[in-house]
């Protein structure tokens, strides 16, 4: 079966990169705009992995995060950072807020398959 | 990389919104300096733009928005202020920036100096900045990026070292979604690393549960990362392992004998290997991690939902061209219905012709864009000309959700945009003489839009000096273009601004450029059939109106015929249509006609268009039209009727030509010359003077 | 750039034959019954088309190239071309008659040499010699221009 990949970023052209690449692996892609958007994917539905920006409307990353971990479903699914920040505070908050790691912006699309196949196989 | 480049067109749209919205949030800052959600959003817009031009490909971009962005977070976390000059520095950046993202990695050399100075320029506000507080060195930080970046790539310089990492995650790793082996791999890629796996914690099948971590690890590798890079591996879990990362050795010794015994053993006993073991001194504990919990802001931003969807301009023409077929494939339907006295068919097309035009009107629709698109050039303008000149100016804008054909909008800017420079350079005074003349020494500027009818109009007046109907009048003596004793009217004086002879160089100083371009102005509004007309009073400021057509593509005609062609007029135009015989001789004389006690001036379309004279045996038909206050008769073969029409453009080969400002397709398949009316005035001008001078070649002075 | 011309389209404008790269052919129609004239255009402006809802504007080439205009018969067409390959910008030309679709080589083409220069067009991209006869290839964007004019 397909994994199924949700991906929140509040950048158009990032989105369209990452699910053309993640599609073109075979993987179900669903797509949100900012946190709050993407919050409505999570309604019991199974969902393997979220990679999801940091600096985004409505709601960031963080509180995206913070939000999907209270949700029992969903406490232990893979959540990547898809961010441009490399700087280790920014990681520390991101952890602390439930992620469990993080991709640099700019990737390849191999660096992108490669982390995602890493936390879930 | 092809992929990526697949998405740069929409990476460069995606910016030009986002390089407008920060440039929207800036002016906004400029007088609301604290506002968190402001610099959020500006801030955001930056961010996006230096991942983006990251990934694809503008790495130049990238760089230099890195820049700015490191200011902006400086801003956000407050030890920085929102300052006149740092949103000057900003919107200065926001024109590199434009650049770069037009002319992406290939600079030129001049281009080049341009961006190093700019860099230059941050670094010397962050210099000026780190006196009063404290920021992180910016050109340092953005190297960390590359370095992870380019994690897999071994380093040149020779500092590799051994460390070993011993990991023992605690049962409940696994319940945050981490899975080791992610960590292990991230290892591997930075250095030639063994991986010792220790599981002899692992229980019986049956009490196995699959979300406990059972299994320790220690790994020996050697590589030039520092040890705080390891350790960022860790990042996500290290609250829910025990971790210890040991210099062992400054040199690589995995492939040392010794060494390698030690991992057999390990490996053989299940017994963690020892620092003690592999090195002759012990270290100091684990540090603890010793980051400062900074909260972040939480990030309410700009309450803007995705409410619309980018389409690509060309689908929409192509699919307002398909319905503009549709249109006419209906029609050609009803008339072959009328013609065969179908009544079957007749009904159907008169269904099809419902849902047609409603597919028509929501296309056109489609095809409108907001005014808002355009406006932050304006405010940016306003901004800058006023910073410059320093005058305080006060910008306010109505109606910017006024919506308006997408061609229109495209030609509608630069006029604009030359009308608004003319408010700050010549209809704003400075302060010092606005208070000599007892004004507030704060001028305004008021841009409205607003809808009117089938029309939008657009007024853009100042509070500023205005204009002198007089000084105008002696320049347009000076410069022959009126006789010394020409009585006119105000209106008729201020309209002189618009002629192309009056805006030349000479008058341009002496009256402080007022009117300068304003004919070109007219000609580019009018090839949107737009008009404009300008009213001033000396001292209390002046107010330019422009009437604009909601679409160019579609109008509700009146279908005439002169010769053998079909012409379309615009319905909004027509005041009265008459019959021929009020033509009579002692009602019009020298192409004067007098209805209801009016002088009205007349031409007729036959001579205009250059056909056969009007013999006897032709109908004629006199028609009223009223463009902007001024009527004018016009003498057509025969009207039809009342026809609404998709105006097609008649292309670049015919943009030349005197009086059609495009086509139509009528329901059998011919064509429909749709007129400008306003043009038409012109022709009477040109008649005018050539009754005057007796002149008959009418043909040559068409042409000029 | 004309070096890569390697199939043209020829056709008859009075007694000479010309071509055009078939590259930049669209459309070969029959002349229709009508041809909106637009007033005040130039002589060689015969007036638009409506070809599938488009607007075309058509040129006819024996104005353009001085020869005499004839009554209307079968053998007429109207060239539709695009010089800048796009779909903003297209005219239609008026022929005497479509002669045949030639594929040449580059050795093929020689300089333009007309025994008298007559017409409108004064730079051709060559000539080349077909079947006993000469064709001239007219530079597309050249015939472009001149009608913009």
């Known amino acids: 079966m397909a994994k199924t990949v949700l991906i929140v970023d509040d950048s158009e052209s990032i989105r369209e990169v990452v699910s053309f690449t993640l599609q073109n692996e075979g993987y179900d892609v669903l797509v949100g705009v900012d946190g709050e958007d993407a919050l409505k994917f999570l309604d019991g539905r199974h969902i393997d992995i979220i990679i999801t920006d940091l600096h985004m409307p409505n709601l960031d990353g963080l509180g995206f995060i913070r939000k999907i971990r209270e949700i029992e479903t969903y406490k232990h699914i893979p959540i990547l950072f898809l961010t441009t920040e490399s700087q280790t505070e920014k990681k520390m908050e991101a952890k602390e807020a439930g992620a469990t790691g993080w991709i640099i912006k700019p990737f390849v699309p191999a660096k992108l398959l490669a982390a995602i196949s890493r936390v879930i196989r | ?704 | 750039m004309h070096n890569q011309i390697s199939t043209i389209l020829s056709f008859k404008i009075g007694g000479n034959v010309f071509a055009l790269d078939a590259l930049h052919v669209l459309h070969i129609l029959e002349v229709p019954d009508i041809i909106t004239r637009i007033p005040n255009t130039s002589d060689f402006m015969k007036g638009v088309i409506n070809h599938h809802g488009n607007i075309i504007p058509v040129a006819d080439m024996r104005i353009i190239m001085e020869e005499e205009v004839k009554e209307k018969n079968k053998e007429q067409a109207i060239i539709i071309v695009n010089p800048e390959n796009s779909n903003e910008v297209r005219f239609g030309i008026y022929v005497d008659m479509i002669s045949e679709v030639i594929e040449i080589k580059p050795e093929d083409l020689k300089e333009t040499v007309m025994d008298s220069k007559r017409g409108m067009i004064d730079t051709y991209v060559g000539t080349i010699f077909h079947k006993g006869t000469f064709i001239h290839i007219i530079d597309i964007m050249h015939l472009s221009e001149i009608i913009d004019k």
């Open chain 2, 1 to 704: 990389m092809e992929i990526i480049d697949q998405f740069k067109v929409k990476f460069i749209e995606e910016s030009t919104d986002n390089i407008n919205d920060l440039e929207e949030a800036l002016l906004l800052l400029e007088s609301d300096k604290e506002n968190k959600e402001l610099i959020e959003r500006s801030f955001r817009a930056m961010h996006s733009i230096k991942g983006g031009g990251a990934m694809f490909g503008f790495n130049k971009l990238s760089e230099f928005t890195h820049h700015l962005e490191s200011i902006y977070d400086s801003v956000r976390q407050g030890s920085i202020p929102i300052s006149t000059e740092l949103i000057t520095l900003t919107f200065s950046a926001i024109d590199q920036i434009k650049l770069l993202l037009k002319v992406g990695d290939n600079l030129s050399q001049e281009d080049l100096v341009n961006f190093d100075s700019s860099v230059k320029m941050f670094e010397h506000f962050i210099e000026k900045q780190n006196n009063t507080s404290t920021i992180t060195d910016e050109n340092d930080d953005y190297e960390e990026v590359e370095e992870v970046e380019n994690i897999t790539e071994p380093k040149n310089n020779n500092n590799e070292k051994t460390v070993l990492i011993s990991f023992v995650p605690n049962p409940d790793l696994l319940e945050n979604g981490t899975n080791p082996f992610f960590l292990l791999d991230d290892l591997n890629n930075m250095g030639r690393a063994i991986t010792l796996a220790f599981s002899n914690k692992i229980p019986n099948f049956v009490d196995l549960k699959p979300v406990v971590s059972y299994i320790n690890w220690q790994i020996l590798i050697c590589t030039e990362h520092t040890i705080n890079e390891l350790k960022d591996v860790f990042i996500f879990v290290e609250d829910d392992c025990e971790l210890h990362i040991d210099t062992i050795a400054d040199t690589c010794i995995i492939d040392h004998p010794e060494v390698k015994k030690i991992i057999q053993n390990a490996q053989n006993t299940g017994v963690l290997m020892t620092i003690k073991e592999l090195k002759n001194c012990t270290l100091s504990a684990t540090q603890t991690k010793t980051q400062g919990k900074k909260k972040l802001a939480v990030d309410s931003g700009k309450d803007h939902k995705i409410s619309s969807i980018r389409v690509s301009s060309n689908k929409i023409d192509e699919l307002v061209t398909l319905v503009s077929e549709l249109v006419i494939t209906q029609s050609q339907l009803t008339l072959y219905a009328e013609n065969n006295n179908d009544t079957t068919i007749a009904a159907i097309s008169e269904n099809i012709q419902k849902l047609s035009r409603q597919l028509r009107d929501n296309a056109f629709n489609i095809s409108l864009i907001p005014l808002q698109s355009e406006l932050m050039r304006f405010q940016r303008l306003v901004r800058d000309l006023s910073k410059e000149q320093d005058k305080d100016i006060d910008f306010t804008i109505e109606g910017s959700e006024i919506e308006l054909d997408k061609t229109i909008i495209e030609n509608l800017t630069d006029p604009l945009l030359h009308i608004l420079r003319n408010s700050v350079d010549h209809g704003i005074e400075t302060k010092k003489q606005r208070i000599a003349a007892g004004k507030s020494p704060k001028g305004n500027i008021i841009f409205k839009a607003f809808n009117s009818g089938a029309n939008v109009v657009i007024e853009i007046s100042d509070d500023g000096k205005g204009i002198d109907p007089e000084e105008i009048r002696s320049k347009a003596v000076y410069q022959g273009l009126i006789d010394q004793d020409a009585k006119l009217e105000k209106e008729e004086i201020l309209e002189l601004l618009f002629t192309s002879g009056f805006s030349t160089r000479t008058i341009v100083t002496d009256l402080s450029g007022r009117g300068v371009g304003l004919d070109v102005v007219r000609r580019k509004l009018e090839s949107i059939r737009g008009k404009a007309t300008i009213d001033s009073e000396k001292g209390k400021g002046t107010i330019i109106t422009i009437r604009l057509p909601l679409t160019l593509s579609i109008i509700d005609g009146l279908l005439i015929k002169v010769a053998n062609n079909h012409y379309v007029l615009p319905i909004s135009a027509i005041k009265t249509i008459y019959s021929a015989e009020l033509l009579r001789e002692d009602n019009s004389f020298n192409h004067v006609i007098t209805i209801d006690d009016e002088q009205v001036p007349y031409i007729d379309l036959r001579e205009i268009f250059q056909e056969n004279d009007r013999t006897e045996e032709d109908h004629s038909q006199l028609i009223l039209i009223k463009v902007e206050e001024r009527l004018l008769g016009i003498i057509a073969d025969d009207v039809i009727g009342e026809y609404q029409t998709v105006v097609k453009p008649l292309g670049r080969y015919l943009e030349k030509q005197g009086y059609i400002s495009g086509a139509s397709i009528l329901g059998d398949g011919t064509i429909a010359l749709v007129i400008d009316t306003s043009r038409l005035f012109n022709a009477r001008k040109i008649k005018k003077e050539i009754s005057q001078e007796k002149s008959t070649s009418l043909k040559k002075l068409l042409n000029a």
